[in-house]
């Protein structure tokens, strides 16, 4: 019982919470990045619970469990990413000061065309991660609280739907704020409460199984390993994230909270994979899907199992809500205004953004219920985004822009080099398509900076 009311009064306190940031507003530019015046530490908080979700939490003590820390250490090129961004592309947003959507920028340099396609490819992926997490939800829900997976989904996703939807990005931010607080404080108190199965936690250390330590345990898990490591590191640069850089103040505090948002992802991507060795060690005959929720329910009394469930949802939610606001936005700017024929108010770009994101939302849901595998939709999100879009938008940050003909080949040679690979290749491998997908992109365009590149705008 106290479970199901700890879990309730969190829901019920992110909704209104949530509607109460949005009053007042009046212009989509505000309804969609505000007035870029938040402060670095709200600015820290808003990026890390957006960039860690299901994935990371629930995937990595799911395949720790499994195979070993080699995914643990796979998910490090998360916080890698972070940092190479850091140094190598946030600064680089000082050029797009005025844009508040990865549409706007290349608009800028591609036209229309650029941000049908861009624009495109962003809802695409923004369905797929927000379903990423909608399936966490819905797992989390029948596991621990034995509600059926698609009311589950339809609770927690409808609180976040309402309160993205009437608030923008004022109640992400603030709803993200209050998420990171939980996230920060229950996800060690759930490491801890984990090791009162041991004299001491390096009693644990010393009997951590040879095979969970060594990566060549298990040969047959390396390709995906490895796949998944690539994935992390060169292609973690997703739609929300670009859109938390748009947000900053300027290309100093776009390097500066993601810098230190990579030195907070790798404590806990351990303590995450930690759990995952701590349940293995206590029994190792679980559905490896069932590590977590096992782990809860045997070691935290109720009130504080109660938060530990709080938690995961707040890691989820926190980033189903940048999700859905990007995916809203993207219909809205990318599609509809440009292609309506008269000029709209704010209030009715604000009222046409809400419906969309609600409506929109819903495709979510349908690919949550339709993909059960948590791994495979963020495969298959990532294999969509890095070989297509992501390449040119790097090179577009170092003013590098491209013919609109060789755009459209560039993106067309990276999902065909994908799909293929995938068909042919991937079986016999153990690799998906992805970073065969991003080796063409890449190459394609470099090759092309000498005689198929144009003007930047300045």
Known sequence: MFDYIVVIIYLLSMLFAGIY???????????????????DKVMVATLFATVIGAGSTLGIVTNVYQYGIVFMLAFYGAAINKLLVAKFIAPKFD???????????????????????SGSIIVTVSVAFAGQQITAIGFIFEQFLNIPFLWGVIIAYGVVI????????????????IQFIIIITFVPIMFLGSLHYFDSFSTFVH????????????????????????????????PIFIHRLIMSKDG??????????????????????????????????????CALPHMITMTLPPVLKGLAISALLAILMSTIDSGVHVLGLSIVQDFILPLSKKERSH???????????????????????????????????????????????????????????RL????GL??????????????LTGFDGFIPGMIMNSFFFYVSIKKHTVPFKA
Not at 274 to 287: E, T
């Open 207 to 238: 009997q951590i199984p040879l095979n969970k330590i060594n990566p060549l345990s298990n040969p047959d898990v390396l390709p995906r390993a490895i796949t998944m490591f690539a994935i992390m590191t060169f292609s973690a640069l997703d």
């Open 252 to 289: 100093k505090q776009a390097a500066y909270i993601t810098k230190i948002t990579g030195y907070l992802s790798f404590p806990l991507f351990t303590l995450m994979g930690c759990i995952g060795l701590v349940a293995y060690m206590i029994n190792d005959s679980l559905q490896p899907n």
């Open 414 to 427: 990276g999902a065909i080099t994908v799909i293929l690979w995938n068909i042919l290749l991937k079986d």
């Open 21 to 39: 940031a949005g009053k007042n507003i009046t212009s989509l530019k505000e309804f969609a990045i505000n007035k870029k015046n938040y402060s």
């Open 162 to 177: 309402l309160y993205a939807a009437s608030g923008g990005i004022k109640a992400v931010v603030l709803t993200d704020v």
């Open 95 to 117: 050029l797009f000061k005025e844009a508040t959507s990865i549409g706007d920028i290349f608009e800028k340099h591609y036209g229309r065309f650029g941000r049908f396609l």
């Open 408 to 411: 459209l080949q560039g993106i």
């Open 347 to 405: 209030k009715t770009q604000i009222n046409i953004i809400r419906f969309t994101t609600l409506v929109f939302g819903l495709l979510s849901v349908i690919v949550a219920l339709y993909f059960k595998n948590i791994f495979d939709i963020m495969i298959f999100a990532f294999s969509f985004w890095g070989p297509t879009i992501l390449v040119p938008f790097v090179f577009l940050l170092y003013k590098r822009v491209f013919t609109k003909q």
